[in-house]
């Protein structure tokens, strides 16, 4: 029988577990609580990862075929219980109802994809150079897996690993982030009722992140670390998991360059740039941080655009209608605040929004003229704020559009054919769109270069994160 999907535990070897310490999760549109959840320590994380490793080979030996099955029994319950999850994904990131919904089915197009790409991990025979040696190659999972996720996709940045890493043969053991654990939670009951063994997926909720992550990534028995999250704990996750030399996949910051050039069509590049930078409140890897537009439509992009943000309506993610929630949190706030204040000193044109709003909500903004120098242009801002610069020539845009040690996502417009092969091969980034504002889905390559990551998500690619090569030399 279904059991409900709001539940107040963690989950640690098949069972779901409290903690007589526990912590509030907030509604970050309404700064009430909406539950507590167990504030667990180093020494459960521990327990899970010795349990993850006992149920690795049992897990591993299963024929492919089986393993495949219950990652698709996965995606059927997801896909039953598509309404619960979104609703409890907008209690606690914000998210509008809408576009949490959205997220169901993206993070879930993730289990469908890796429940078939798992039947073709291949191996080759590899042709001989000599006689008397026959070569040939298999895939085999890596073992434990430790996965550390952000609040702002709180259901397809655990699926987008989760799924390829269990169709591998891989175990699983998950530290979400803690103002999004409820869904990471009514997950684990899904996986539970697909009839996943227990150990190979579980989930260790707590404050502590530091010294979770710290145990995680260098225990000698967690061979591998999937994180995505900034770059700085990026950094700090590497840096700890050297010492044991372990696998690492990294989904880090982005800064991402929006460029408009003369000869694009205004209206598509609007439509981009809202889809581009609105989702989430803005709260996106790949969100445009920069716009870069040519100085002959300079103008009446910013116009138009300025009239496309106007329309855009605020407020709690549950409430019809509603495009735009509220940041995450306080801090996250502060830093939109801070980053409009530093442009507008410099020099920046508010051409709509620039305010915060009630509780942790704040206006879609547009700013034009700003200097090369706002901290706008070097950070993610991660709030609903569009900064417009200009440029005359294409290098130029070019040279602007790296100037950034992020290298995740970016975008251009352009009709002209010549051009968009041009810049789409000269721009440093993982990712880029050409003519259009939204790139990821389940059978695309996700992911960053320079300090945007290590690894890729989705696609043919995205289980060899989590499979090791072996090479087989038979002599005669
Ligand atoms: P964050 O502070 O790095 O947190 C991400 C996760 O790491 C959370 O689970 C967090 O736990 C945990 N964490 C924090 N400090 C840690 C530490 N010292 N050791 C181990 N774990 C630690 O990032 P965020 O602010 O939540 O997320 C936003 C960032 O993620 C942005 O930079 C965004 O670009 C990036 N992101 C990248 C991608 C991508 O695919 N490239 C996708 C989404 C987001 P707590 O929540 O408990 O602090």
């Known amino acids: 029988m279904h059991q409900p999907l709001f539940i107040e535990q963690a989950y640690i070897d098949g069972k779901f577990v409290g903690s007589k310490h526990t912590f509030q999760v907030i509604n970050p549109a309404t700064g009430k609580s909406i539950g507590q959840i167990p504030d667990l320590t180093v020494a459960d994380t521990k327990k899970a990862i010795i349990a993850a490793d006992k149920a690795w080979k049992p897990w591993n030996s299963l024929p492919v075929g ?20 979104a609703r409890i994904m907008t209690l606690e990131s914000g998210k509008p109802l809408t576009e949490s919904l959205v997220e169901v089915d993206y993070g879930n197009s993730f289990v469908e994809w890796f429940s078939e790409e798992g039947k073709r991990t291949y191996g080759e025979t590899i042709p001989a150079l000599k006689s008397g040696i026959h070569l040939s190659t298999i895939k085999q999972s890596v073992g434990v897996v430790a996965a550390i996720t952000p609040w702002n996709f709180p259901l397809a940045m655990i699926t987008r690993k989760l799924a390829p890493a269990l169709a591998a043969g891989c175990t699983f053991i998950l530290k979400p982030a803690s103002q999004t654990p409820f869904t990471a939670i009514a997950l684990a009951r899904l996986v539970d009722e697909a009839g996943i063994p227990k150990g190979v997926f579980q989930v260790i909720t707590s404050k502590d992140s530091q010294g979770i992550g710290k145990e995680l990534s260098t225990h000698p028995l967690v061979r591998k670390i999937s994180f995505t999250g900034s770059t700085s704990v990026g ?54 941080n920069r716009f870069y537009v040519q100085e002959g439509i300079y103008s009446a992009f910013a116009d138009k655009l300025t009239a496309a943000v106007k329309k855009l309506k605020v407020g709690d993610g549950l409430k019809k209608g509603v495009q735009v929630g509220p940041l995450i949190n306080p801090a996250g706030l502060e830093k939109v605040q801070e980053h409009v204040q530093d442009a507008v000193d410099k020099g920046a044109v508010v051409k709509t929004g620039g305010k915060a709003l009630k509780g942790n909500f704040y206006e879609p903004t547009v700013l034009t003229d700003v200097a090369p120098n706002s901290l706008l242009a070097q950070e993610e801002t991660f709030g609903p704020v569009c900064a417009l610069f200009s440029f005359s020539t294409e290098e130029e845009a070019i040279r602007l559009a790296n100037d950034t040690p992020f290298g995740l996502a970016a975008y251009f417009y352009s009709e002209n054919i010549h051009r968009c092969r041009r810049v789409a091969e000269a721009l440093e980034a993982g990712m880029v769109g050409i003519n259009t504002g939204m790139v990821s889905n389940a059978s695309a390559p996700f992911g960053g270069i320079k300090q945007s990551g290590i690894g890729r998500e989705g696609s043919r690619y995205g289980i060899d994160e989590y499979l090791e090569i072996k090479y087989l030399c038979y002599g005669e």
């Open 235 to 288: 950094r700090s996750l590497m840096e700890q998991a050297a010492g044991t030399i372990k696998r690492v996949s990294f989904e880090l910051g982005g800064n991402a360059p929006f460029l408009v050039f003369d000869d694009a069509d205004i209206d598509k590049a609007i439509a981009g740039a809202i889809a581009g930078k609105f989702r989430n409140s803005g709260q996106t890897c790949v969100a445009v």
């Open 66 to 85: 089986e393993r495949c099955t219950l990652v698709r029994n996965l995606y059927e319950l997801i896909r039953k219980h598509k309404d619960e999850l």
